[in-house]
């Protein structure tokens, strides 16, 4: 493989016209407090899970940084094939590439991905996203990732991530409700999930997910892409072809 080389492996994935959400890409932020004074929803409407365990959580990370490998997922908790593979594929990612060692992976949103594909000005996925990334400041972000999951009623932007129901996951999941409420109303984290969106931009996203692989043979940096919800038998054979050529 040549240095900084790129191939796709593709599946399902929320693209550009997807699974139900068809329209051309937008690149334009939008950021609006939703809580204000509004009543949150109660926690009989909220599903309670128990969040699966990650390995040397920190963040929006788990598994050791010195990992050979490193995998970012672009994902949107609106889209069904992001919750496909946090359910099917991750929990076997997580027993036997993260715990182990290999692979170092990192969840990072897609901005208003899905929202902004059907259109209409609603911004649930960047809404949700700024949830996950407040929770973290309370060392929670993947009970909030898991959350998120179980709630988003498979329907894009009908009121799954209403400011509402995003208040009682946090309640649920035993977030500081005041911390979080300041957190997600201030918009403190209404610019990394801007970036998110340009960073997948520029590492060629398409649709969610998408996962950037990235390791180093002899000091030059390789780069992949896995797109869509692959079966994990996918992420076997390339993650074992990748450590076979970095002789691990």
């Not at 957190?183 to 590492?203: F, H, N, P, S, W």
């Not at 996203?205 to 996962?211: A, L």
């Not at 780069?223 to 076979?244: C, R, S």
Request: proline residues 4%; contains cysteine.
């Amino acid at each position: 493989m040549s240095k900084n080389q790129t191939y796709l492996i593709i599946g399902g994935g929320c693209l550009l016209a997807l699974c139900a959400v068809a329209a051309l890409l937008g690149g334009i932020f939008f950021f609006t407090p939703l809580f204000g004074n509004q009543t949150f929803a109660p926690a009989s409407d909220i599903i309670s899970i128990e969040s699966n365990p990650r390995p040397q959580a920190d963040n929006n990370s788990m598994g050791d940084s010195e990992a050979p490998i490193q995998i970012v997922e672009f994902g949107d908790f609106q889209c069904p094939y992001c919750e496909r593979f946090a359910t099917q594929t991750e929990p076997l990612l997580v027993k036997n590439y993260i715990e182990t060692g290999k692979v170092y992976f990192t969840y990072r949103s897609a901005g208003n991905w899905v929202s902004k594909n059907i259109g209409g000005g609603k911004t649930e996925s960047q809404d949700a996203a700024l949830a996950a990334y407040c929770a973290a400041d309370q060392n929670k972000f993947w009970e909030m990732h898991d959350s998120l999951f179980a709630n988003n009623r498979d329907a894009e932007d009908q009121g799954a991530f209403a400011s509402t129901r995003l208040m009682g996951m946090a309640e649920n999941i035993g977030l500081d409700v005041d911390t979080f409420q300041d957190c997600y109303d201030t918009g403190k984290y209404a610019e990394q999930v801007q970036q998110d969106y340009e960073d997948a931009i520029a590492a060629g996203v398409h649709g969610t997910p998408t996962f950037v692989i990235t390791y180093s043979v002899n000091g030059e940096m390789q780069t992949f892409l896995i797109e869509g919800a692959q079966p994990y038998e996918v992420f076997e054979q390339k993650l074992d072809q990748v450590l076979q050529e970095i002789g691990e």
